[in-house]
């Protein structure tokens, strides 16, 4: 018999309720999300890229100097994954939320990008 605590941290996949309890962060969680999700942008456009380290190397670590409608337009598309793994995350998706996915995936990528 198994205790549902004695689960891996790789099958225990972070909630809604475990990021609004500050138990994970919100990178944490996006990045979790990310996973469920299969959103990466590895293979994003080099420039793309480094325009999201740029921003992140000038302290804008939201990625707020790309306009919204950019990120809003890569939203396009996420709902059906992004849907399900919300839901086995314990949320449900927003466009706030999608949006939040997407820059994180972003940010991991740029990071990625320079092999740190």
């Not at 138990?23 to 590895?42: E, F, P």
């Not at 949320?91 to 740029?110: E, N």
Request: charged share 30%.
């Amino acid at each position: 018999m198994t205790h549902k605590d004695d689960r891996t941290k790789e099958q225990k996949k972070p909630t809604r309720e475990d990021y609004m309890s500050r138990r994970v962060t919100h990178t944490q969680y996006y990045q979790a999300l990310c996973k469920t999700a299969g959103v990466s942008y590895k293979n994003a456009k080099p420039k793309f890229l480094d325009r999201v380290w740029k921003c992140m190397q000038e302290g804008d670590e939201h990625l707020n100097r790309i306009p919204l409608a950019n990120w809003d337009s890569r939203t396009i598309g996420l709902l059906p994954s992004a849907y399900e793994a919300f839901r086995l995350h314990g949320d449900i998706p927003s466009q706030a939320g999608l949006v939040c996915l997407i820059k994180q995936a972003a940010r991991d990528a740029a990071i990625a990008s320079r092999g740190e």
